[in-house]
């Protein structure tokens, strides 16, 4: 069956008998705290590779709450000994299901640098302790469940899992790996933000309904052996075929348009056949009225096809509208494996009351004294929104959290702040940020339902800004002067990513924040100068960036504050040459920056710019074997080098750089001058500095097994 369309609303259930139990001051870790709250069982065990932060800026927290919420008994098993199955027991076995994430980062990329070199921390750790959790955090602990108690069903989601529901190039191990879905052997996986799935999941489980056997739910991931009677398949399996006198719906159609597809019965042999239907006529129709799903190039294609792979990747991208997404279909082998179309977005009733849930916004008691750097980070913040319609092609949350801004209420933003300046140890009066994905996408959507549900553009605001999207930021400046005004607050600071080129939509917004709300430096994300790379991000030209900094320090100035940008950049992202990466190491140095810390591009599961890398070709265009080919620095010699350009002013790098100009016919660079990029020589008595780290070498996802 397909999908239902119309949600029911998050808290409107009928709560499970175990309500009367009432919230738990913090979700059970252990058999002691379940006997002191007077249960006998979970019903359901969440396990989670971070700490356990009862604060809404952890996923685990937060879907522990929300179904408790619903009346279930939730523990929490986090960071376990995952060498056996012994820790996954600590609470004995769920009744109707585990719940297993790698926390609120993905597993690879929280142990791994971009170069592959290990991290010897992690910020989601008592301490910042590394190495507490497994690589493949997801499988892994899936495995020890399914080895702890064999019958009882698995529900496996957070990024790691959304990033990984279909084949996907894995950086680590260099190659196409399959669905996680197969390797976790999971029942059934959750995507996004996965209140909606998890919430109807837990309620059928607790009447009796088999989880392998949902199949009907949004935001959902599961295996099947073959596509039910029925359904109309539209196949995009194949690029640079001739297409059939009636042809199937165009994956690259005009972002403007959407085309629906029919089942028609004949009146000999009821063939099914698909049709493209005008936008006028497609509108009428209920989106998952349709029994139609998109067949994907099969897993064993894109591990040998790099084109089919970046074509796979479009496809899934241009699918990802809740409005008009269809299913998809990837066979993996003699399997099948099914997405359903994203979860319908939160109402903003529905986001407050997941947000003013009793959360204790502390760390369990379990931890004591230790410190846990990500939750001191956001101690003091308060997140107001959801989603990011910018689309840049190097950021997993648009494949995570969606296009379509979730926003919370004015009034729930200010009671949030009252319950920090009233509960939160340590707060000196200071809101460290009012933000999310993005800190001025609040309340910005499409000015028309219709238009939204029916698009299919990758970003509102590239390469031009949509002239249907709100880009009123004056919601936000009353906001923000509300909160200050809040009894105890001293100081308001945004720390979250801020889109510059929306941010100069409102000229009065910038003022708000320049004169109010920057602690002396404002962090940005221009990423490159350069329009070869900036066209592969989908990010702004840097004329943007100078528009907003002209602002920045007008507004700056007029508040009498001496007050800095300190832009952000990424080195080696696909279509970037070494020639862009001298061009931006000469603007930094025009315009006087020295950057501390730089990030090479790191290919993330699923996202554009890592099908981009993989395959050498632009998904964002339509993909054939004569499309664009897209150049990718790879090695790392040549991963270094454009690192190097970024920190052009450490003598570190100056042997690099000076080798790589003389090789590109730029020796005019190298001298004293202002002009020049790096000097002759190195500084007297310069000795390198010594390597740090251990290079990785391989993964299997899986630790060591203990000799029995």
Sequence with gaps: MPPADAPKHLFSYRKYWAECFGPAPYLPMSRE???????DSCDIILVTGDAYVDHPSFGMAVIGRVLEAQGFRVGIIAQPDWQSAEPFTVLGEPNLFFGVAAGNMDSMINRYTADRRLRHDDAYSPNNEGGKRPDRAVIVYSQRCREAYRNTPIVVGSIEASLRRIAHYDYWSDKVRRSILLDSRADLLVYGNAERAIVEIAHRAASGEAIREIRNLRGTAFVRKRIPDGWTVVDSSTI?????????????????????????????????????????????????????????????????????????????????????????VQRHGDREVWLNPPPIPLTTEELDSVFELPYQRKPHPVYGDARIPAYEMIRFSVNIMRGCFGGCTFCSITEHEGRIIQSRSHDSIVREVENIRDKTPGFTGVVSDLGGPTANMWRLNCKSKAIEENCR????????????????????????????????????????????????????????????????????????????????MMKPGVGTYDAFKKLFDKYSKEAGKEQFLIPYFIAAHPGTSDKDMMNLALWLKRNGFRADQ???????????????????????????????????????????????????HDPENWPMLRDALKSMGRSDLIGFGKKHLVPPRQPAGWKPAKAKGRMLTQHTGLPPRRQR
């Excluded at 496809?315 to 998809?328: F, I, Q, R």
């Excluded at 150049?631 to 454009?642: S, V």
């Design 33 to 39: 705290e379940m006997d002191a709250l007077g249960w």
């Design 457 to 536: 553009r990758l970003s509102c605001i590239h390469p031009n800004i949509c002239k249907s999207l709100n880009t009123d930021q004056t919601p936000l400046i009353d906001l923000y002067r509300d909160v200050r005004d809040v009894e105890g607050v001293k100081k308001v600071l945004i720390a979250s990513g801020l889109r510059y080129d929306l941010a100069v939509e409102t000229p009065e917004y910038v003022k708000e924040l320049v004169t109010h709300h920057v602690g002396g430096y404002l962090k940005i994300a221009p990423e490159h100068t350069e329009d070869g790379p900036l066209s592969k």
């Design 598 to 648: 730089v990030q090479a591009f790191y290919p993330s599961p699923m996202a554009n710019a890592t099908a981009m890398y993989h395959s050498e070709r632009n998904p964002l265009k339509k993909v054939s074997r004569k499309s664009e080919s897209v150049f990718t620095a790879k090695g790392l010699k040549q991963r270094r080098l454009h690192k190097a350009f970024l920190r052009y």
């Design 240 to 328: 640079d075929t001739p297409g059939p006198v009636e042809p199937p719906i165009d994956p690259y159609q005009d972002t403007t348009e959407t085309s629906e597809c029919k089942t028609k019965q004949s009146e000999a042999d009821e063939v099914q056949t698909v049709r493209v239907i005008d936008p006028l006529s497609a509108r009428k129709l209920k989106l998952m009225d349709d029994r139609c799903v998109i067949r994907l190039p099969d897993y064993d294609t894109v591990r040998k096809d790099p084109v089919l792979y970046a074509h796979a990747a479009r496809v899934l991208h241009l699918e990802t509208n809740p409005g008009n997404a269809k299913p998809l």
